[in-house]
């Protein structure tokens, strides 16, 4: 089975390419700009860290994404070094960063368009519940019945959308696929496998939360206020952005690895080597 394999491959391509993991931490490390702010009580300098953060995302982000999928993919043949990861980040760039962003765009889109349609829908119901006069005994079951189908509703748009577009990256660094072309390559790929692809979505947003769990708690109970400790504050939250650093890292650069070893895995054949090592298109 495709999907199983490809976790498989993970492990084995970082067993033989630790090098990935260095670069998967180091890309956390950027990541973590934006938590800068929380070692300061000015609302200038949260902001101003936020919107660095957030400008790493935009700009940085896709030369790492890029570089991590190219060593994975060379992995899965053999040895890789930083220099693949440089030579695909920057022959990958430009599409990388159009698909972020109009991917990015897509979301933010796709998010306030089905807010504003549950929002209706709730107001709706609500109208029609008070005509009908339901008591509140009634109402109540009613009413949470109504909510849990609305976010249930939401859940399934957001990840049938996310579910056809998530390869995109691997597109652009597998096939080397422009930006805008690379969705309607994801959205073929995944047509062609979908009951696999519902598998591998499912299991590996699955494998993702399980694996953070220990980083969301730590800084769960980090947030926590009087908590009563031997240590300062700052050190708690410099200790809890490091537990995010490396075990972050760690993570993205297997949950990534698997990405490129499952996509390649969709394919007919296997993508020829100078396909990746084409320049970039957009």
């Given amino acids: 089975m495709a999907v199983l394999s490809a976790f498989r491959d993970g492990v084995s391509v970082l067993q033989r390419n630790p090098v990935i993991l260095v670069v998967g931490v180091a890309i956390m490390a950027i990541q973590q700009v934006s938590s800068l702010g929380e070692f300061t009580e000015s609302f200038a300098l949260i902001a101003l860290f936020s919107l660095v953060?957030?400008?790493?995302?935009?700009?940085?982000?896709?030369?790492?994404?890029a570089g991590i999928l190219g060593m994975a993919l060379e992995g899965l043949e053999g040895a890789t070094?930083?220099?693949?990861?440089?030579?695909?980040?920057k022959q990958r760039y430009v599409s990388m960063l159009g698909a972020q962003v109009l991917f990015i765009g897509l979301m933010i889109a796709l998010f306030i368009a089905v807010f504003f349609v549950s929002a209706i829908a709730t107001i709706a119901f609500g109208i029609g519940f008070a005509a009908m006069e339901f008591d509140a005994g009634a109402g109540?079951?009613?009413?949470?019945?109504?909510?849990?189908?609305?976010?249930?509703?939401?859940f399934l748009?957001?990840?049938?959308?996310?579910?056809?577009?998530?390869?995109?990256?691997?597109?652009?660094?597998?096939?080397?696929?422009?930006?805008?072309d690379a969705f309607g390559r994801s959205i073929h790929v995944v047509r062609s496998n979908l009951l696999s692809v519902v598998g591998y979505t499912l299991l590996w947003g699955t494998v993702n939360v399980a694996m953070f769990t220990p980083v969301y708690v730590t800084e769960f109970a980090v947030a926590q206020p009087g908590l009563q400790l031997e240590v300062s504050e700052t050190m708690l939250r410099a200790a809890a952005i490091g537990l995010t650093v490396v075990v972050g890292g760690l993570i993205q650069a297997y949950l990534y690895t698997v990405h490129a070893a499952y996509y390649t895995r969709l394919l007919p054949e296997p993508a020829p080597q100078e396909r990746a090592d084409d320049g970039a298109r957009l």
Avoid at 141 to 148: E, M, S, T
Avoid at 166 to 179: K, L, M, S, Y
């Fill in 140 to 154: 109540l079951p009613v009413g949470i019945g109504i909510f849990a189908i609305i976010g249930i509703v939401f």
């Fill in 157 to 180: 748009v957001f990840f049938v959308v996310f579910m056809f577009l998530q390869f995109f990256d691997a597109a652009i660094v597998v096939e080397g696929e422009r930006a805008f």
């Fill in 81 to 89: 070094t930083l220099d693949r990861f440089l030579e695909v980040g």
């Fill in 53 to 65: 953060g957030f400008g790493i995302t935009i700009v940085v982000w896709p030369f790492f994404l």
